[in-house]
């Protein structure tokens, strides 16, 4: 069961991370990678892949709840994180102790949302989804 209610978490990712994280999963765009390019597009600077800002998410929701899987999110990325850029994760449990639905926010210091949405966890069978 979780020990929590709600929680923040604050962050910042890097260029490195943006780079690491662009050859795991192989979308090397130069919006997230080439900051000389990206200087010249409307965000400026490069931007994190949004899978990245889950994946922050989904961690956290694996340390705090070890014998829960992710069983579905539903997530929106209304603003561009840029590299660097200090961001706080929100989590929030809705509906009562045996529901495991959380809110999930990542936002910027100035409140503009990066990543907004719902996961829900389930117990976990030991078999990864």
Do not use: W
């Amino acid at each position: 069961m979780t020990t929590f209610d709600s929680i923040e978490e604050r962050f910042r990712l890097s260029q490195h991370d943006f780079n690491q994280f662009a050859d795991l999963s192989g979308d090397h765009n130069p919006i997230h990678v080439d900051p000389d390019y990206s200087a010249s597009t409307r965000f400026g600077a490069t931007v994190s892949h949004g899978m990245l800002l889950f994946t922050v998410l989904r961690g956290s929701l694996q340390r705090r709840c070890p014998d829960y899987q992710l069983a579905e999110q539903r997530l929106m990325f209304p603003s561009p994180a840029y590299a660097g850029e200090p961001l706080t994760l929100h989590l929030e449990r809705n509906g009562d102790d045996s529901d495991m639905v959380f809110s999930a926010r990542i936002v910027k210091d100035d409140g503009d949302v990066c990543l907004e949405g719902q996961c829900t966890l389930e117990p976990s069978t030991g078999n990864a989804r």
